[in-house]
Structures are given as C-alpha cells and as structure tokens.
C-alpha cells in the first residue's frame, strides 16, 4: 500500500479499553469453542475459531495503535494494521515472533510450502476474517487465506498489558 493511501484512510477515535475488553470478549469465545471441541463437540467448525480469533487479534492491533496515537485506521487487514503502529513496537512483535517460530506448528506450515516470518503470516492472514466468514463460498480456497496468527496475537495482547496491567483479566488464566 502506498504512504498516501495509508494516510487517507479513516480515522477512529475510541476508547483503548473498551477495544481491549471487546478483544478479550472473542478470545474468551475461542477459549469456550476450542474447550467445546476438546469434548468432542463436532459442530463446531475450525473456521469459526479462525473468526472469532482474527476479529481478536484486529480488535488488539486497533487497540495498541490507539493506545500508541489515540486512534486506529478502519479496515480489517492485519498487514495494513501491523504497519500502522510504531517501529518500536513493530520491532518489539518480529522479536518475540522470532523467538516463538521454531516450534512444532511453524515446522509444519514451512513444510507446506508457506512463509513463517511474521510479515507473511500476516500477507496470508489478512484477509481471514472476511474469507473465513464466507467459507462456504465456491472456491474459498483459492483465495488464499490461512490463518497461524494465533501467537502474533497473543504477543500484541501482551505487549498491551505490559502498558496497561490494570486490565489483566482475573476472571479465567492467561493463554499461554
């Protein structure tokens, strides 16, 4: 995206909290989805976990930025999202995404033929929540879409509680 095209977009002035609280509302929700399938519950389809967690982690990268500037861009790319905040704190998520990629789950995706650095997980991951929503679309899987942004998330959740731990949840345990 071109410098100029990032900066017409428009500007959402929020409450960092309330975007924080609404985050943590859909990964709690993936947190009772995921329990439900450990259980054996087969209606519950990893697509909908996808959602909910992609709608998270967009929810936290707004968060952040507003925290860092007082407002988020509209939209729901996560690419577009992640250039969007500071370089200390881009800095800060390629550190501990480097430190968590060599892992079982990155080891796959690399076998598969995929990029595990975070700039392409987030290419790859950006559209998630609009295909992953329609995935009953013909031909949902040519698009492209995949999401392995689960830790990238969960480092964007942590670095906002690193600013703010007076909103560390107490009502269920870190997801780590």
């Not at 095209?5 to 943590?24: G, H, M, N, T, Y």
């Not at 519950?41 to 992609?54: C, G, Q």
């Not at 076998?111 to 392409?120: E, H, V």
């Amino acid at each position: 995206m071109v410098e100029d095209e990032r900066v017409s977009r428009k500007k959402v002035a929020a409450d960092p909290k309330l975007i924080f609280q609404s985050a943590e509302a859909f990964l709690n929700a993936c947190r009772t989805l995921d329990t439900a399938t450990k259980r054996g519950n087969r209606f519950i389809l990893p697509i909908v976990m996808a959602v909910n967690s992609a709608l998270a982690l967009e929810l936290y990268l707004k968060c952040l930025c507003t925290i860092e500037s007082g407002f988020f861009f509209k939209g729901h790319e996560f690419d577009e999202q992640y250039l969007d905040l500071s370089p200390s704190i881009k800095n800060e998520l390629r550190r501990r995404h480097e430190k968590a990629e060599p892992n079982e789950f990155f080891a796959k995706m690399r076998a598969d033929g995929y990029k595990t650095d975070l700039d392409s997980l987030s290419k790859i991951g950006r559209d998630t929540f609009l295909h992953f929503r329609y995935a009953f679309e013909k031909d949902i899987a040519a698009k492209g879409a995949a999401w392995a942004l689960d830790s990238f998330m969960l480092d964007v959740r942590e670095i906002i509680l690193d600013r703010h731990p007076e909103w560390t949840p107490i009502s269920y345990p870190a997801p780590r």
